[in-house]
């Protein structure tokens, strides 16, 4: 988030005549927790291992954003002052749910208003999973849970626009399919002695994958997860 954006909220939260108390933050990764910066006064909630996993992180985030986003320079971030492990149920007065969904990272968060069918899921549900700093196994197994316990909420994704009904449906499905997809593909490989340059040499398209999607990152997005299928799955680094 940037400051244009953080000012965008406050100036909503002004109109609505809100304080902001809160800031949940979904999990590390910069871009998605760079933002809490913004909003000093307000608790944040973070997963129990978000502050670990940024220090494990921090170096090579900090580094990507400023490369990533040139004349950007990355804010220090701080630690959450409330946490949790499994569930966090906020007293807020509308009723929200904080899961722990990990897979796309260790401390990846799902924040869910039952009442009104909402799912904010971080980076949990995108247009093409990252498993790079999380595990194929954990994300296959917190999708599938979510696609268990679907129905028919709205999503709001942590890239693209908000999903809903099918489109939601399809997109925890599409990012199950794709997952086992790696797994089977990437399995067979090492089954048949093949290294991990003969793994990086699969074709993208087999996937589903272009150069076209998610603006030219899909294919980085999969070279990134292919390594990762082929580290979890062959037990090397
Ligand atoms: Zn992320």
């Not at 979904?26 to 973070?46: C, R």
């Not at 002052?81 to 929200?96: M, S, V």
């Amino acid at each position: 988030m940037f400051p244009d954006e953080a000012e965008e909220v406050r100036e909503f939260s002004r109109e609505m005549k809100l304080a902001i108390k809160r800031v949940v933050v979904t999990h590390a990764h910069g871009d998605h927790s760079y933002g809490t910066v913004h909003f000093p006064e307000a608790e944040l909630i973070a997963h129990a291992s978000f502050w670990d996993f940024w220090k494990e992180i921090k170096e090579v985030d900090r580094e990507f954003f400023a490369r990533f986003l040139p004349g950007f320079e990355p804010p220090e971030l701080r630690s959450p002052d409330i946490t949790f492990r499994e569930e966090l149920r906020l007293d807020t007065g509308t009723e929200i749910f904080l899961r722990h969904t990990p897979g796309h990272s260790p401390d990846s968060v799902l924040v869910e208003l039952p009442g009104k069918g909402v799912w904010i899921a971080g980076d949990t549900v995108i247009p093409i999973p990252l498993i790079a700093s999380g595990s194929l196994f954990e994300l296959l197994g917190t999708l599938k849970g979510l696609l268990k316990r679907f129905r028919g909420q709205t999503i709001i994704p942590g890239h693209g626009r908000p999903l809903k009904g099918k489109a939601a449906r399809a997109a925890i499905e599409g990012n199950i399919r794709y997952l086992e997809m790696l797994r089977e593909r990437v399995g067979a490989e090492i089954e048949r002695g093949s290294g991990l340059d003969a793994v990086l040499r699969l074709d993208p398209e087999e996937f589903g994958i272009s150069a076209g999607n998610m603006g030219g990152l899909g294919l980085w997005i999969h070279r990134e997860n292919l390594k990762k299928a082929y580290s979890e799955l062959s037990g090397k680094l």
